[in-house]
């Protein structure tokens, strides 16, 4: 999956020569944490069903840290952030400056 991305960038490159490296040695630790920001956009599939499609992971953010006290009520809001997704796309519930609305 990674193949053509290391050919070319060569952060990912280092990136994935010391995953290998961890492979090669062993895992020296048992708990791992993750940090991730992911970005959504509205999608309309062919049969014309709204959906919310994930379009980026980012793994490595400088901003993200200060963020962090934020991500649970992100996660808690992910339904109504969903419903209101398709409340535009079936009744075009914008605000009067045509922005979504949460």
Known sequence: ???STIKVDD???QLFRIHMQVLEEGLAQSVFLGINRSDY???CGV???PALKQIEINTIAASFGGLTSRTA???GNIRVIRRRF???FE???LDDARRLYM
């Open 1 to 3: 999956m990674l193949g």
């Open 11 to 13: 952060f990912t490159a």
């Open 41 to 43: 956009m509205f999608d």
């Open 47 to 49: 049969d014309g069903t």
């Open 73 to 75: 009520a992100v996660h």
């Open 86 to 88: 398709r409340d535009v």
């Open 91 to 93: 009744k075009g519930s």
